[in-house]
């Protein structure tokens, strides 16, 4: 079998090829050089008074964005502090739906093929569901290490490489555990300027 490196950074030439092939499919590309880049992108892209909801990302919490949007410095709508601050379970799960509908969605992927396909897993499939359709705007966050020659090794790194390290995760900090339940593949994307990926090309971030 072969063994994959998967956090190991790809070359200039293999970046540019992808980054054209999701250009192609109708995703918008940043492609930035560390994390402070990434979070200055972000906060340039989501205007003042807009609704923001995030998935579940290791890589928005490396970046500051969490930290960002907890503190005092946007002008942006929290969609989470309504959610966490009702305590009726059937009251919060409604605000979980209402918020996928957030006019800008944050999170990650699991891999980017090289022809430009963006793959993720879920277990609850807030992100299936905001990044597919339900969002106005969608902004992805990955670092370059993500990048894969195909569906079928994307599929492989997500089992192999980032569940365990999201199963780990989960049971540490929430006593919890994380599985994949749901599946998306984003092959193109028909609205223009809803999917914008920022790519992050010299650190290794996320899973």
Same mark, same amino acid.
């Given at each position: 079998m072969q063994h994959y490196q998967w956090n190991k950074l790809p070359n200039k030439s293999i970046i540019d090829k992808t980054v054209n092939a999701l250009i192609s499919n109708g995703i918008n590309v940043n492609v930035v050089k560390n994390s402070e880049d990434a979070l200055e992108h972000i906060i340039k892209l989501i205007p003042s008074n807009a609704s923001v909801m995030s998935g579940g990302s290791t890589t928005l919490k490396q970046i500051?964005?969490?930290?960002?949007? &907890?503190g005092n410095f946007n002008k942006w709508k929290d969609l989470h502090k309504n959610i966490y601050n009702e305590n009726d379970e059937i009251k919060r799960l409604?605000? %979980? %739906?209402t918020a996928l509908t957030a006019d800008y969605f944050l999170g990650s992927v699991g891999a980017i093929t090289i022809d430009g396909k963006l793959m993720l897993a879920d277990r609850s499939g807030t992100r299936v569901s905001a990044y597919s359709f339900a969002a !106005? !705007?969608?902004i992805i966050i990955a670092s370059a290490n993500k990048i894969v020659d195909s569906l079928e090794i994307g599929k492989l790194r997500i089992i192999e490489h980032a569940l365990p390290l999201e199963d780990k995760r989960m049971i540490d900090e &929430? &006593?919890?555990?994380s599985a994949i339940a !749901?599946?998306?593949i984003i092959e193109k994307e028909f609205t223009k300027d809803r999917i914008t990926l920022i790519i992050i090309t010299?650190?290794?971030l996320g899973f």
């Amino acid at each position: 079998m072969q063994h994959y490196q998967w956090n190991k950074l790809p070359n200039k030439s293999i970046i540019d090829k992808t980054v054209n092939a999701l250009i192609s499919n109708g995703i918008n590309v940043n492609v930035v050089k560390n994390s402070e880049d990434a979070l200055e992108h972000i906060i340039k892209l989501i205007p003042s008074n807009a609704s923001v909801m995030s998935g579940g990302s290791t890589t928005l919490k490396q970046i500051g964005f969490l930290n960002y949007l &907890n503190g005092n410095f946007n002008k942006w709508k929290d969609l989470h502090k309504n959610i966490y601050n009702e305590n009726d379970e059937i009251k919060r799960l409604d605000l %979980r %739906r209402t918020a996928l509908t957030a006019d800008y969605f944050l999170g990650s992927v699991g891999a980017i093929t090289i022809d430009g396909k963006l793959m993720l897993a879920d277990r609850s499939g807030t992100r299936v569901s905001a990044y597919s359709f339900a969002a !106005k !705007k969608v902004i992805i966050i990955a670092s370059a290490n993500k990048i894969v020659d195909s569906l079928e090794i994307g599929k492989l790194r997500i089992i192999e490489h980032a569940l365990p390290l999201e199963d780990k995760r989960m049971i540490d900090e &929430n &006593n919890s555990f994380s599985a994949i339940a !749901k599946w998306l593949i984003i092959e193109k994307e028909f609205t223009k300027d809803r999917i914008t990926l920022i790519i992050i090309t010299d650190e290794q971030l996320g899973f």
